[in-house]
């Protein structure tokens, strides 16, 4: 538990400072203004008294318990101030002080000894370089940070590893007045780990929703795991930078540590349910919704306006999201017409007309609710000055409060009138997420009918394939890696396919061209011939594939001219294959990924899969339903199901194929890269024909 470090009794600052500007005096001041309801110590030895307050010439002064202490002191002091807030009996301290494991072989050294005296006495690390935490409880009021951002309390709480960038999303809900549970920015994070951080989080009854920013993680694997039990209960809206090479190099030089260019976080926010974002601005205005609304139970929106243009541009964005506007019952229409004014619009959207009052919106409202088909209601809402728009806003907030169905609520005004001013504090009172245009409303009501979507979303349990022979695959592997190689051989390789049931078209390793003339007689024609060499990649590139030969002639006479133009690469054998054609190239491959296992791919193959990189990933184990998703998301889709008179392929045997590969993956985890390229797939089944893996 981090109750020490967001839910401290008392407070001490080593390295409280009488300066002004100073981090010394700025987290001082900061809790005093904030109301910190606990005792604040500040530790200077040169002065009386620091901010009001009387200041202590060392820990050991310091007449009462401390639970948490800020560190403000050059680094090269920082290990001998963790052992005096053990001998204090501090339970957690905040480093705000930088030169640590960001700048080089010293300041890891001196992070390496303070760790060490943290660990002797089981005091737990924020930081360093950090800024520190923020909890809003009025019970605490902790503002254990330097920042300038005062927030009200709420149900949202942000974690952020950089500080600048959790500042600005701070001040972004601040300026839509939205509270703030519990805010955190720990820097190099040298122990506490965000991942720990959005399990206190997530264990917290008055955090409804969490924001993360990240840059990427050290610890991957850390993180789904914990990760998938919190969204399991409460919506995680993240954001990760460093997408593009620019945008990763900028990452890199300002944190100094983790970012990269990388799928693998999209997949894992993918994998556990996280909702992402790629605009600050937008994930910040959906957590608005999140903090009130409940999830919507199916995509479908009602749409209630009382102007006409808004509701276009809204419908436009909600049906970018896959939300559907279904037609209303007859019922519900019959409903309507006795409450709306004759030029209303009675279908979805309902326009209730610019003179429609409280009793018109209520009541196009209530329909909405009733409505078995509609799932989310969707509000624009103009402030016509010649209506009642408190009466409006009443009615709005009244129903919001009913909590039957999330709704968001675009609300167009002159915030310079006294009028509308009061209107807009209706609303706000309500918890009624309120939006100055219709495409951010309708994002915001999307964010919600997606994480609703994530919550019903089962992938199932990976399928695991009897009949598998992985002591055969694992001697196979250990055997190269004794010999010192790398790359495996195509009997190696075919081996191993063979050990995990992945079906390929009939073959047979040879050396010289007779040995293959024999092969491709027992195979029997027509054949394909592939150089197998370590030293040669991409066969087909250096003309080591020759297809469709159809008798001995052909199959000795490409065999000696391979020997001969490829053989100072290094030895050469040679895979006799079935020729297999009609069928549609595919390729499913693996890459290991950094401290989380396997990335899977799947996509269109042979030659074109580096041209068109139509391809989709998953992160192992690939369960039956992810490995359909991925048959579903390339671009090319349609090509599956055939064109233009041509057959679909097996899609049950594509899907088997990519399930067969997870579990050899999750068996033989040496296995850095591995391609299945290209498989042939049919109507009626799919084979491997060509096949590469490197440990």
């Not at 983790?258 to 993918?270: K, N, P, R, Y």
């Not at 890459?591 to 580096?610: N, P, Q, S, W």
Request: proline share 5%; glycine share 10%; aromatic share 8%.
């Amino acid at each position: 538990m981090l109750d020490a470090l967001f839910k401290p009794k008392a407070v001490a600052l080593v390295g409280a400072s009488t300066k002004e500007l100073s981090i010394g005096n700025v987290i001082i001041r900061n809790l005093q203004k904030y109301g910190y309801t606990g005792a604040i110590y500040p530790v200077n030895a040169k002065a009386d008294e620091v901010c009001g307050l009387k200041a202590y010439p060392t820990l050991a002064d310091i007449p009462g318990e401390v639970d948490l202490a800020h560190i403000i002191i050059p680094g090269q002091f920082v290990p001998q101030a963790i052992e005096e807030c053990g001998q204090k009996g501090v339970k957690a301290v905040i480093i705000n002080s930088a030169g640590f494991s960001e700048m080089g072989e010293e300041g890891t050294r001196l992070q390496t000894e303070f760790l060490a005296n943290a660990k002797k006495y089981g005091i737990r690390v924020f930081g360093p370089n950090c800024q520190g935490i923020i909890n809003s409880d009025p019970a605490f009021n902790a503002y254990c940070n330097f920042t300038f951002t005062f927030p009200k309390p709420g149900s949202i709480s942000v974690v952020a590893l950089s500080g600048g960038v959790g500042a600005l999303i701070m001040q972004v809900l601040d300026d839509l007045d939205i509270g703030q549970r519990y805010y955190a920015s720990n820097g190099n994070a040298c122990d506490v780990s965000i991942p720990e951080i959005i399990e206190y989080y997530g264990q917290d009854e008055g955090t409804k929703a969490v924001i993360l920013y990240t840059e990427g993680f050290d610890k991957p694997l850390d993180f789904l795991q914990v990760t998938r039990a919190v969204t399991a209960k409460k919506p995680v809206l993240a954001m990760k930078a460093g997408r593009t090479e620019e945008g990763a190099k900028a990452a890199s030089s300002h944190t100094g540590s983790l970012a990269g260019v990388d799928i693998a976080t999209e997949l894992i926010f993918e994998k556990i349910g996280v909702l992402p974002f790629r605009d600050e601005g937008e994930m910040v205005r959906a957590a608005m919704a999140f903090s009130s609304q409940p999830i919507p139970r199916g995509n479908r929106v009602g749409i209630i306006t009382n102007t006409g243009g808004p509701a276009v541009i809204a419908t436009d964005v909600l049906v970018d999201f896959g939300i559907e506007v279904p037609k209303l019952s007859e019922a519900s229409i019959a409903r309507l017409r006795q409450t709306q004014f004759p030029e209303a619009a009675l279908e979805n959207p309902i326009d209730v007309v610019a003179t429609a009052g409280g009793p018109q919106f209520r009541a196009a409202l209530d329909v909405m609710l009733d409505e078995e088909q509609i799932d989310c209601i969707y509000i624009n809402f103009v402030t016509a000055p010649f209506t009642d728009t408190d009466a409006v806003a009443r009615e709005i907030v009244a129903v919001n409060r009913l909590r039957r169905k999330p709704l968001v609520c675009n609300f167009m005004t002159n915030l310079k009138l006294e009028r509308f001013q009061k209107t807009l504090a209706i609303l706000k009172e309500g918890e009624v997420p309120y939006y100055a245009n219709p495409g951010d409303a309708a994002r915001a009501l999307g964010s919600l009918v997606q994480y609703g979507r994530i919550q019903q979303r089962d992938i199932g349990q990976p399928q695991l394939f009897s009949g598998v022979d992985a002591a055969k695959a694992k001697a196979i592997i250990e055997q190269a890696h004794q010999a010192g190689r790398s790359v495996l051989s195509a009997l190696e390789v075919y081996g191993i396919f063979e050990a995990y049931g992945i079906p390929v078209a009939p073959w047979r390793v040879v050396k010289t061209a007779e040995q293959a003339v024999a092969a491709a007689e027992v195979i029997e024609y027509p054949v394909v011939v592939k150089v197998d060499c370590a030293q040669i990649d991409h066969k087909s590139d250096m003309g080591g594939v020759a297809i469709n030969l159809k008798d001995a002639a052909a199959v000795r006479s490409t065999v000696t001219e391979m020997q001969k133009r490829l053989g100072h690469y290094g030895e050469l054998g040679f895979l006799v294959q079935k020729f297999l054609p009609g069928g549609r190239e595919l390729i499913i491959g693996a890459t290991a990924e950094r401290e989380l296992g396997h990335l899977v791919m799947f996509g269109l193959g042979g030659i074109y899969v580096e041209v068109l990189k139509d391809v989709a990933f998953k992160i192992a184990p690939v369960t039956r339903v992810e490995a359909e998703e991925m048959l579903a998301g390339i671009k090319t889709k349609a090509l599956l199901d055939g064109v233009r008179g041509e057959a679909g392929i097996d899609k049950n045997a594509v899907i088997e194929l990519i399930q067969r590969v997870s579990q050899l993956l999750g068996d033989l985890p040496m296995i850095q890269e591995m391609d299945l390229n290209p498989i042939m797939a049919f109507a009626d089944r799919a084979f491997a024909v060509d096949g590469r893996i490197r440990i």
